[in-house]
């Protein structure tokens, strides 16, 4: 042992046995040869060898000279890095080297070294592993803590293995740098920021996707120095967040993307940071408040983040930011919410709300993505989204914009297909989303072609598949249809409907083409272009393009065919998809990848193309029907009963026979048919006998065995058969068979020759038969039918009562309830009615006598004889057939003539009956015979007396009609701009109805005295409720237009009484309020006319060119009434979205919101604040996306319609309680809880009836006569529509032929009071307080007969404060209850007063009582 010290102690270098001197005299290979003895030397030592470590503590020392550090050959370093590492395993803890320096240049040397593990091939690779493993099982590196450098070195050592890692390193490689790595930060005393950027830079997105290893190893780090490293790291973001020290680091600007990293990695290490989040959330700095935003979204929304749970406030923080002022903040946390929803359904909750105010944004980006979000969820997994989420989606298919709703539309689809139709999640899932099929669907009502092009392509590819096998196609039709709701349905059959006419429009073209040219040839394709325009997206483009479209069809006789093809009635499905696939190949050019002419073709050929319903299908459904008869359907799993399926059923068969006649022409199909006639269900029957009238028409020879069978079928229920298939049968015969002439004869006399008012339940059946027989084969019976109408119709059956009436004080009782005595009365006069339209001439003066017949039953209130047997809802009957059948002859010109004025106006009075089913069953005739531009324009005035009526669904359908028909003929003058002919002008144009109703409002049985202040104001509201319509638009200058027709009225005097001075001051005093009404509302009016106005003849004298009427008729303090402003458009038709058919029904329950209001103080000319009003937060948000807005009558009280009330007073308050009122009360409980729940009205008229049975039906106590005034119904005041898109229905088809529109009307009048009397669903809620006391009372006897409007008494019992300022009472929150509560007991007192106050009046003839 001394030996050896000696021989370190003389500084001689000892080497290992076998190895020469190492100097640079030797050559490189010899040099790598002894180096490899020398390692091989070290790594057979250990740590114990002392004697061995004093003899090579020189060549120890040796190695580490600058010789070999700065060696110019890699392997020659690479062997002394192994030899180095040894060394110090080998001399640990204590290294051999003790100066500062070249401690430094030994780390900085073997660090250098370990580059080469970035070669894992390198024949050298396992050498440069046995480094790493050796420094970092021994922690050499931790020897440079003491060293002023430590932190040069370690950065670089960092840098270094971060630089080396990559994919070719097995796990011992990771796991040794990890190990190196952690040692320094968990037994150092400090990380400086120069390594722990080392670090962190590998998670920085730019890097992490460059260097994934590199990522990984820097994850594997801080997961293992997660408590040594986090105080280092809390204070690095602490320096940049909260100091705002972006220098300390050249990180600062990714310090977001480090904090989600790190989150990721452990979130321990940010137990300091995520406070910093919550105050950074609040910035002012709207970029920084959008980078935290993006980051918390990630970091809430990752799969398995516990975050929201473990950080309440920063997550309480974070939903804040959803109604963030920064517009791409509000997008980031709607785009975040689908992911929190797929990862977190238990954060749903708190998201709802969030969500909710967001669906209602300003903007329409934010809308959309909330829609986005939800739906994804929802594809992902339903169960994720509660029904509040999903009925986000259902409002937003309502939304302005056109984006969002498209978004809408397509995610409640594919959410359908996904669960109801291919059922991927079970029945639940399946029955949760069963509303969705009758939301798309109502969308049709929409006005909008681009949604209904989106609803027939979501039909045809979500709902009921086209690519479907057939038969598997037409089961999903046939339940679909059997499940939708009666709105839906109608929906459905439009959609069918507006399909055919389209494909009746190209055939038309097709056939236009192959004509030679011409000018009328020109003008019949321009003008079919036109048509064809109208029914696709962006009509101003896209008439160039059907344009163009014509010019091919004319050159490219291959496309011709193909088109003829796919609109030939006999064209199948397959055939269908092939003309399609051939025309769009042939049109679409691959140089011309976007082309605008044939995405037009293609939305054309989408529409046309019968991808649903042929021959095969029709056979298909037929099938599915007998099933379902036989019992062998899968009804019961498919959650529909069995009888309700067969309806739907033939329900859908019928519709298609109109659409699709040829394909019901098969054997097979008309033998199930004949077998569906002998079923007892009546309406399964009725169904069948439809079909057969549509599709029969080639039945008598093509199937003459189908014939001999159903011939005395139909004779057999002609004779026998329910009414309503007594009609059919008849019609029946009427289409299908040639020698109709002898079947009418075998039917008409045994029926006529048996008639017996004995017995009147067996009369009905004949009388209805007879009818139609009547109508449609005059000239064969005209004999026997005179002496029929007038000595069985007139005197044995309307001028006797037989049987005495129940005495009960309803007003209307369901169909089954109405005595057969007076089912049979409404069938004679029908009969009547019916033969006239006929004969369709007066020569016999039939039509002057049955006027008169139908007048006398108005005017007798319904009972003609006035013995006091008929009970009232048999009256209300009988007044509402003559009422509807007067409508019914003034359709007819040679009748229309003979209408006198009287008899018109007691005709219109019938829309303010008493008997709400009446007034709504009136109103509904009238419109459908206006909007078949069949009713002279003079009945269109009849709605302004809509004003008055006390219920709000009522005006709202007035006000409603009244647009419908007013655009109708503006559209039709528009498209028919050749029309010529003053006469002609004067029926069409709106404007001209503007005499009518100023005449018909001087003639008012209400309006007895001329100067009377409250009669003038209800005179104005009527005026109103027309011209506000009216000049909502000033096309062609109309105000002025109407302005001067006003002017002209007063120069003439009354045509009906042109001597009488009062009627005359009436008639100019009625045209001061209208001349009053313009000049406050247009700023226009006092232009030139465009054209002098031509004043009707009938209803107006000429004007006395020696006369000049400039006198003032109107009390000074009328002035008051009259406020400026101009009339809105969007007010006018936004006030009610409820959209009509055609034939006048209400088509939808798109929502309740849309339909609740119509005459809100912006409809009132006196109406200075037209404030806006408050929507129930859960149904929409004051945004600019929202439709309309209106004030539901539980939140607010709003000023009734015509009350000025600043100026109101105790004085007017008197003035009120002596004025009579005409019309029976029925309070409206228009609750607005469910939107899109509950619908309007359907065919039947039924769910507008808005009370229980007793309170509806049953006249007040105590002398309250019909209806109140409007001031008693002040929470019936619907508020002002906001603007927005205008819901309607589909327009009416223009071709449809008479008979076909008779027939119609013929239908809806027998199914129309079907089940009036029916009340809707959900609608019991809170009854407006002029309800709540009505129903109190309702059930004791009326003590007068009388029709008509109470005294205005009950203005002031209804409402105190009547006298309120308008600014006052709009303000005021007051609710239903605490206003029936506080007025209770003052309303019991003046009901008596009104009761003493009232003489018992009764009406005996043609105008009204008055007082």
């Known amino acids: 042992m001394a030996h050896s010290k000696n021989r370190a102690t003389d500084g001689k270098i000892t080497y290992p046995p076998g190895v020469k001197e190492i100097s640079d005299k030797i050559s490189k290979e010899e040099m790598v040869r002894r180096l490899k003895m020398v390692v091989k030397t070290f790594m057979d030592m250990d740590q114990d060898s002392e004697e061995e470590k004093e003899l090579y503590l020189n060549l120890a ?9 700065k060696h110019p050959d890699k392997d020659v370093r690479l062997l002394v890095a192994c030899c180095l590492a040894d060394i110090f395993r080998i001399y640990a803890p204590e290294a051999p080297y003790t100066s500062p320096d070249k401690l430094k240049d030994i780390f900085m040397f073997i660090t250098r070294q370990l580059k080469g593990l970035e070669d894992t091939k390198s024949a050298q690779f396992n050498r440069y592993f046995y480094l790493l493993e050796n420094i970092a099982w021994v922690k050499s590196y931790n020897i440079c803590f003491e060293l002023e450098d430590s932190n040069e070195i370690f950065t670089q050592l960092y840098r270094t293995l971060f630089q080396v890692i990559n994919n070719g390193h097995n796990q011992k490689v990771h796991m040794h740098m990890v190990d190196l790595m952690s040692s320094i930060v968990c037994e150092g005393d400090s990380v400086s920021q120069e390594l722990l950027d080392t670090v962190l830079v590998n998670l920085v997105p730019a890097h992490k996707n460059l260097n994934k290893q590199a990522y990984d190893l820097a994850k594997a780090l801080l997961k293992r120095t997660a408590q040594a490293i986090e105080p280092y790291i809390t204070n690095f973001f602490n320096q940049v967040l909260m100091l705002g020290k972006t220098s300390v680091s050249d990180l600062s600007e990714h310090v977001f993307d480090l904090i989600l990293e790190l989150y990721n990695i452990d979130s321990h290490l940010l137990l300091s940071v995520l406070p910093q989040l919550e105050f950074k959330l609040k910035s002012n700095d709207n970029d920084e408040r959008l980078q935290v935003v993006k980051l918390l979204a990630k970091m809430f929304g990752a799969k398995d983040s516990e975050l929201a749970s473990q950080n309440k406030p920063l997550w309480q923080c974070y939903l804040g930011r959803f109604n963030d002022i920064h517009v791409p903040i509000r997008l980031e946390c709607v785009k975040f919410a689908s992911h929190c929803l797929m990862n977190h359904p238990d954060l749903a909750k708190d998201l709802t709300e969030y969500l909710k105010v967001r669906s209602h944004d300003p903007e329409e980006a934010i809308r959309h993505d909330v829609i986005v979000s939800i739906v994804t969820a929802s594809k992902k997994d339903l169960s994720l989204v509660n029904d509040q989420l999903l009925n986000f989606v259902r409002e937003r298919t309502l939304d302005k914009r056109w984006r969002v709703r498209k978004e809408a539309m397509m995610g409640l689809a594919q959410i359908y297909k996904k669960y109801a139709l291919q059922a991927e999640a079970g029945k639940e899932a399946s029955k949760q989303i069963s509303w969705i099929k009758d939301k798309l669907l109502h969308i049709y009502y929409q006005n ?3 949604d209904r092009l989106l609803v027939e392509r979501i039909f045809a590819q979500y709902m009921v598949p086209h690519n479907l096998e057939t038969t598997e196609r037409m089961k999903c039709l046939y339940y679909l249809y ?53 029914n696709l997206p962006d009509p101003g483009k896209a008439q160039d393009f059907v344009k163009k479209l014509a010019q091919v069809l004319e050159e490219d006789e291959k496309i011709r065919k193909q088109l003829e093809t796919l609109v030939s009635p006999t064209c199948s499905c397959k055939q269908a998809e092939v003309c399609v696939k051939d025309i769009t190949k042939k049109l679409g050019s691959p140089k011309q990848p976007s082309n605008p002419f044939l995405e037009m073709v293609k939305f054309l050929l989408e529409r046309i193309a019968p991808v649903h319903i042929d021959t095969e299908s029709i056979s298909a459904l037929i099938k599915q029907v007998n099933k379902s008869i036989e019992g062998t359907a899968d009804d019961d799993d498919e959650g529909v009963p069995t009888e309700q399926a067969i309806r739907a059923g033939l329900e859908l068969l019928k519709v298609l026979s109109f659409t699709h006649p040829v394909s019901f022409h098969s054997a097979e199909t008309f033998e199930s048919l004949l077998g569906c006639l002998k079923m007892d269900d009546e309406k399964v029957a009725e169904a069948a006998l439809q079909i057969f009238k549509n599709t029969g028409s080639k039945l008598e020879e093509s199937f003459p065995h189908i014939k001999s069978i159903l011939l005395p079928v139909l004779q057999q229920k002609a004779k026998k058969g329910p009414p309503r298939q007594a009609k059919y049968a008849i019609r029946c015969i009427h289409a299908m068979f040639s020698n109709r002439d002898t079947h009418f004869a075998q039917i008409f006399e045994p029926l006529h020759k048996s008639l017996d008012t004995e017995n009147m339940e067996q009369l009905i059946t004949p009388l209805t038969t007879l009818g139609h027989l009547a109508m449609l084969a005059p000239e064969q019976f005209a004999g026997p039918l005179k002496s029929l109408v007038a000595n069985f119709i007139v005197k044995d059956l309307l001028m006797n009562d037989r049987i005495p009436g129940k005495k009960t004080t309803k007003l209307w009782v369901p169909d089954d309830e109405v005595s057969p005595e007076t089912l049979a009365k409404i069938q004679g006069i029908k009969l009547m009615v019916r033969w006239l339209l006929g004969v369709k001439n007066n020569q016999s003066k039939s039509g002057n006598s049955t006027l008169r017949m139908l007048t006398a039953i108005l005017s007798s209130d319904g009972d003609l004889t006035e013995q006091g047997k008929m009970g009232k809802p048999d009256m209300s009957r009988l007044r509402l057939a003559a009422g509807c059948a007067v409508l019914r002859l003034a359709q007819e010109p040679c009748y229309h003539e003979i209408i006198t004025l009287e008899q018109y106006q007691l005709c219109a009075l019938v829309i303010n009956d008493e008997c709400y089913q009446v007034r709504q069953a009136f109103a509904q005739k009238l419109h459908k015979g206006l909007c078949r531009l069949r009713l002279p324009l003079e009945y269109l005035a009849v709605f302004a007396l809509c004003a008055k009526d006390p219920v709000k669904e009522r005006r709202a359908h007035a006000r409603q009609c009244l647009v419908k028909n007013i655009n109708l003929r503006r559209e039709y003058l528009k498209q028919h701009a050749a029309v010529s002919g003053e006469e002609k002008l004067i029926s069409l144009l709106p404007e001209y109805v503007v005499p009518y109703a100023i005449h018909l409002l001087a003639h008012d049985p209400d309006y007895v005295k001329v100067q009377d202040i409250e009669q003038l104001k209800d005179i104005k509201e009527a005026l109103w409720f027309i011209l506000e319509i009216l000049m909502a638009k000033n096309e062609n200058n109309s105000h002025a237009f109407i302005r001067k027709m006003v002017e002209n009225i007063k120069q003439t005097k009354d045509g009906q009484c042109p001597d009488d001075a009062k009627i005359n001051e009436k008639l100019y005093t009625v045209c001061d309020v209208a001349m009053n009404i313009i000049i406050s509302k247009s700023t226009t009016y006092s232009l030139e006319s465009p054209k002098d106005p031509v004043l009707p003849a009938r209803y107006f004298t ?39 058919s055609a034939t006048g029904k209400l088509q939808t329950k798109l929502s309740r919101m849309e339909t609740i209001s119509n005459a809100s103080s912006n409809s009132n000319p006196s109406s200075p604040g037209r404030s806006k009003g408050r929507l129930d937060a859960s149904e929409v948000d004051h945004s600019e996306n929202e439709d309309i807005s209106m004030k539901s009558p539980s939140e607010a009280e709003k000023p009734s319609r015509g009350r000025k009330r600043g100026a109101a007073s105790s004085q007017e308050d008197k003035v009120q309680e002596t004025k009579p009122k005409r019309g029976r009360k029925k309070a409206a409980n228009t609750s607005v809880d469910d939107t899109e729940e509950q619908w309007g009205e359907d065919s039947s008229m039924a769910e507008a009836t ?8 049953s006249p007040p106590k105590r002398g309250r006569r019909g209806r109140p005034p409007k001031s008693a119904t002040k929470d019936e005041t619907p508020s002002k529509g906001r603007r927005g898109r205008r819901k309607a229905a589909p327009s009416p088809e223009e071709e449809n032929d008479e008979e076909q529109e008779v027939e119609e009307e013929e239908e809806e009048e027998d199914a129309g009071s079907e089940n009036m009397e029916v009340k809707p669903k959900g609608r019991r809620g809170r009854k407006p307080r002029a309800e709540v006391v009505e129903a109190s009372d309702s059930v004791e006897p009326t003590p007068q007969k009388r029709r008509g409007r109470p005294p205005k008494s009950q203005t002031a019992a209804r409402r105190p404060g009547a006298a309120k300022p308008r600014a006052v009472v709009s303000q005021e929150e007051v609710s239903e209850e605490e206003m029936e509560t506080s007025q209770q007991s003052e309303e019991e007192a003046e009901e008596e007063l009104v009761q003493e106050s009232s003489p018992k009046v009764r009406r005996k003839s043609g105008r009204r009582d008055r007082r």
């Open 482 to 534: 059997a499940t939708l709701d009666s709105n839906a349905v109608k929906a459905l059959n439009e959609m069918w409907k507006c399909q055919n006419m389209l494909r009746h429009h190209v055939k038309d073209l097709l056939d236009l083409v192959k004509q030679p040219k011409s000018d009328s040839y020109n003008k019949a394709v321009f003008s079919k272009v036109m048509v064809i325009t109208r």
């Open 448 to 450: 909008s072609i681009d």
């Open 61 to 69: 020392l040796h190695l580490a000279s600058d010789f070999f550090l």
């Open 1250 to 1257: 808005m009370e229980t049975e007793d309170e509806q039906n």
């Open 1102 to 1140: 000429q004007p006395d060119k020696n006369f000049s009427n400039t006198k003032n008729y109107l009390p000074p303090e009328m002035k008051s009434f009259f406020t400026p402003g101009k009339p809105k458009a969007a007010n006018v038709l936004g006030a009610v979205n409820k959209p009509l």
